[in-house]
């Protein structure tokens, strides 16, 4: 699967911002069948888990610093994953990845390691 991530850009604290993340499937394969989940890298900081939704209509799970504010969800008929961030502070500048896998299991979806497929990731920038 290829994916493409879009939708950062420059926001002031307190704003919102959706992130999109588009994939093409190989045949044989529905989107329905992979996890997807979605990553950060802020600035000199290493990658870190946001948030995930596994396969066949699992339940989201949130990194603690973005739970209540961040929401993921997924269109499995545009192929498509969504982030929806509110309440943005200056901590979540970051560049955003999305990531996906058929076989991720619930212990391991907060885990880069979980995932084979990447996006190019898209910079969100959160002013004070």
């Known amino acids: 699967v290829q994916l493409q991530a879009s939708g950062g850009g420059l926001v002031q604290a307190g704003g919102s911002l959706r992130l999109s993340c588009a994939a093409s499937?190989?045949?044989?394969?529905?989107?329905?069948?992979?996890?997807v989940a979605w990553f950060r890298q802020a600035p000199g900081m290493d990658r870190s888990f946001v948030a995930a939704m596994k396969q066949f209509g699992g339940r989201p799970y949130y990194a603690d610093s973005v739970k209540g504010r961040f929401t993921i969800s997924r269109d499995n008929a545009r192929k498509t994953v969504y982030l929806e961030m509110n309440s943005l502070n200056p901590e979540d500048t970051a560049v955003y990845y999305c990531?996906?896998?058929?076989?991720?299991?619930?212990?391991?979806?907060?885990?880069?390691?979980?995932?084979?497929?990447w996006g190019q990731g898209t910079k969100v920038t959160v002013s004070s």
């Open positions: 499937v190989a045949s044989g394969r529905t989107f329905n069948s992979y996890a």
């Open positions: 990531a996906a896998d058929p076989s991720v299991i619930s212990s391991t979806q907060a885990s880069q390691s979980a995932y084979g497929y």
